[in-house]
């Protein structure tokens, strides 16, 4: 009888489990909205795959879509894609839409930071890095430092992973490329990351897990994360150790910064040669109004840390994969290149100034593309201050999040017409071969409105340098079988990283 009644007890969850499985199942493309819990429970079965689950429900809703959270648990949104819901958001009632206390709590690790600063603090963050960004002496240390790290860096990891013929992850290089580069921008020390022994990388690894934990906020009760933080278990651990590991390594190059500008027995000469971000906030801060103490610096440092290494990371990796699998945009780019090469250089090994680089046209339009496909940032959110109605009618009010799916932006044929899901650069070629401009509510990667990305030339360049370098001297292929998937996190990744086979095109 024992056995008989096991029996019954094993149909009986086979029968749950399958009702509970094709519970979870979205109803004709949308998030299955259950009594008390809302769509939570669909969304975190799906949330490994979260950013097509997204896109086929913007789809189906025609742009619009109010998700259900859990009931008193406040994760009401209202996901939108419409492009003049975007521009209405972003620019014309801008101050109606910050980024909101939220927002702060769920990224509360970047403290006071430019990504996080609203209002007030937001326009003294910004003018700081404007006048960082826009100095011409930073500009030029930019091009330096970005020509050396390829040259000394990145060429000689990948010739020696050509002569040893072993598979390499490109991703994992150009996180580590981004991460020297950015590093010295911004703090002036060059920790060594891009190297053939490939060492261990403690402060990357933190951002990665603080950047998954950040995600997972998203879609879990604020009590229970919040409970989980105050209990230090969980994902919540994690981002404990990962804000530890931050704060040491950034706290060790701040002090070791002011130490050095006080042993100088003469004035920094900045208009002699470039300069790193800290070394300009604690020569120029009093002069811009900016009390550049350490929570300050290392709040801004962490903020563009994140800005420099993840964005441009993501950005060259599935940039370089989009060219491998579209052998005709490889050629296309490949005779662009040629073009602006001396006769006599046509056919060997070389690298790029920046004056060659700004004349490859389908270059720049090519990386735009593949922005639009794969924007680093897949999603954004706001809170309204006050109650308002947005340009498709939707009403929307303080305790309701607004959440942008750049990712699903750019697959949408409403926006970008029928061959949206097409890696064609020709669509940002205008008539006359010059770059075609997109507005930014219809292209978000690089953000809109007053909120515009500072640091979008500073990306440009740096990829640029990358992928031409790339392209002309070097054969990439993907491993065969190696999967290729988004993954869940705050920056758009690989899951399983880039895995590829590379082969040096000229002796």
């Not at 490859?360 to 706001?382: E, I, N, T």
Request: charged residues 25%; neutral net charge.
């Amino acid at each position: 009888m024992a056995i008989i009644g096991l029996g019954y007890i094993e149909i009986f969850l086979a029968i749950l489990c399958f009702f509970l499985f094709h519970g979870l199942k979205d109803t004709k493309g949308y998030p299955r909205n259950w009594p008390i819990f809302g769509m939570l429970p669909g969304t975190l079965y799906y949330m490994q795959e979260i950013h097509e689950r997204v896109t086929m429900t913007m789809r189906r809703s025609g742009g619009t879509f109010l998700f259900k959270g859990p009931l008193f648990a406040n994760m009401d949104m209202l996901a939108t894609v419409d492009p003049a819901n975007v521009h209405y958001i972003m620019s014309e009632n801008f101050m109606n839409f910050p980024k909101g206390p939220k927002f702060r709590e769920i990224f509360d690790v970047l403290g006071d930071g430019i990504f996080n600063a609203d209002l007030d603090l937001w326009k003294i963050q910004r003018k700081t890095a404007r006048a960082l960004i826009t100095h011409q002496q930073f500009y030029k240390f930019l091009v330096k430092t970005s020509g050396e790290k390829v040259e000394k860096g990145l060429i000689p990891v990948l010739d020696h992973v050509c002569h040893e013929g072993v598979i390499v992850d490109l991703q994992d290089l150009f996180q580590r490329f981004t991460f020297d580069t950015t590093c010295i921008l911004v703090t002036g020390y060059d920790p060594g990351c891009v190297s053939i022994d490939f060492p261990d990388v403690p402060f990357s690894k933190a951002m990665d897990d603080a950047e998954e934990v950040i995600l997972v906020r998203h879609v879990m009760p604020e009590a229970i994360w919040r409970l989980q933080q105050w209990l230090g278990i969980g994902e919540e651990k994690k981002l404990i150790k990962a804000w530890e590991t931050m704060d040491n390594v950034i706290g060790n190059y701040i002090s070791k910064k002011r130490d050095k500008l006080l042993k100088m027995e003469s004035e920094l000469k900045l208009e002699d040669e470039g300069f790193d971000l800290l070394t300009f906030y604690l020569k120029e801060g009093q002069n811009l109004g900016v009390n550049c103490d350490d929570k300050f610096l290392r709040d801004s440092i962490l903020n563009l840390m994140i800005a420099g290494r993840d964005t441009t990371s993501s950005a060259l990796t599935w940039f370089i994969w989009l060219v491998t699998q579209n052998p005709q945009v490889e050629k296309k780019l490949r005779e662009e290149i040629n073009s602006v090469i001396p006769k006599e250089e046509v056919g060997k090994w070389r690298l790029f100034n920046v004056d060659e680089l700004n004349k490859l046209v389908y270059l720049h339009g090519a990386l735009c593309d593949s922005l639009r496909l794969y924007p680093p940032v897949p999603f954004q959110h706001k809170e309204p201050l006050k109650e308002d109605i947005l340009p498709t009618g939707h009403k929307v009010h303080p305790t309701l999040k607004i959440l942008f799916s750049l990712y699903a932006m750019g697959r949408m044929e409403s926006i970008w017409g029928k061959d949206c899901l097409e890696f064609k650069p020709e669509r940002w070629i205008s008539e006359r071969g010059t770059i075609k401009h997109e507005p930014s509510y219809k292209f978000l990667a690089f953000n809109a409105g007053p909120r515009t990305c500072l640091g979008k030339q500073v990306a440009f360049t740096q990829m640029k340098a990358v992928a031409a370098t790339i392209i002309h001297n070097y054969q990439v292929q993907l491993v065969q079988g190696h999967p290729i998937e988004p993954n869940t996190s705050i920056i758009l990744y690989m899951r399983h990283g880039f895995k590829v086979r590379i082969s040096r095109r000229w002796p």
